[in-house]
């Protein structure tokens, strides 16, 4: 099965080109794709058309690589817990604007329906579109905002992220179920090329969402995160969400929050997502009950962390230190992996990662899709043409072989999951 090409008329009406099959693309270079891998596009799922920007595709008759002439490539936005195989293929005008940061993957037409190249990575439900009953969110809101009037914290997570952001983890936590966030920092010590909460003036595209502009105390976060433990199944609170920089530089705040927090209860997950970049600190939240990290990072290799992430004061060793050191303090240790196909697949970045599990005994990895424009990325991290490939697929299968107990999936792990029965203990 081979889908055919999709292409937009530029107002937002989508096409088939039936003289075209589907390709995908990785790194810089345009590819068949396996006719397994694709499946069909996942509820939640979204279709973006590409300004600026004409789709390849597999001539029908000839066999022949060539462009579509009738319209903008088109990619498609995947749902959270599946992760993409191949990126969409075009060719970029020289005046077309930067993508926004989205994910931009490969999608075709067959048989009445809408195609991509993924797996599902993840059954954990939580962030299943269809799962929010927005009148339940709203009249949590209205609830929680009048048990905590005076939490700055819970007003944020209300106005902004819940109403505003549609975040998934502040809507969960006002239905009182799974992954509750905890933003604290205002600021970060790195300048990730694709930050959502902050993009520099001179770049042409827009941060998704605002981050925090006030340092909240334990008392703010303690006060909502204590009754949520206790009473959400499968519960989680997460310090490290998208509205906020990076919350190790608050990591004082956390620890007097987390030692609190245990003072009132024993019941769920605390854990952190971060950048890694400060493994004293780290050291410090797993002595006050820290249970879990998930530390983010685009590359298992120092020279694309680098360019990527543009630290102020630390190192790329520094986060995999962070990593060995909630292992050894019995953590559950997960990286937020972004998958860029053509290199998280390149035969160098596959043994770089083999060799981070091996030195951090590593529990999970989260293969997330890299919500970045495809050629702006490889030209900030300097790739100008990329090698040899495995197919992301590919990768995830050898690791799985090498590394039975090694985890795959898209969320933090609720307590039940790592302690308990794994296949069977989450949100479904
Ligand atoms: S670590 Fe997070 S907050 Fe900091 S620059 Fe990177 S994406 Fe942004």
Known sequence: MSPFLLYSDGKGTIFEDQALYAVGRSGWDAMPVPEDEWIELPQGGQLYELPGRRGIGIDVKTGEMRLCDKGWAVAAFIPPAHTGFYLAAYETAPDAPTLPLFCYTAAGWHDEKFFVPATRIEDDIRQENEGFDIPKVEAGVTHLLKAFPQNRLVAHLANNCALTYHCPAARNFFIGRWECPIPTSPACNANCVGCISFQPEEETIFSTQDRLTFKPTAEEIVEYTVPHLETAPYPIVSFGQGCEGEPLLMWKTIRESIIEIRKHTQKGSININTNGSDPVAVKALCDAGLNSIRVSTNSARRELYLPYYRPNNYQFEDIIESLKVVRDAGG???????????????????????????????????????????????????????????????????????????????FNPPIERIKGNYQKDFAH
């Open 332 to 410: 559950w240790t997960s990286i937020n992996y972004f998958v860029f196909p053509g290199l998280t697949d390149s035969v160098e970045e596959y043994e770089a990662l083999r060799q981070l599990i091996i030195d951090t005994d590593l529990n999970m990895i989260q293969w997330r899709n890299f919500n970045i424009d495809p050629d702006w990325y490889l030209g900030k991290v300097s790739v100008h043409q990329t090698g040899e490939i495995l197919g992301v697929k590919q990768v995830m299968n050898l690791l799985k072989e090498e590394f039975p107990l090694l985890k795959f999936g898209y």
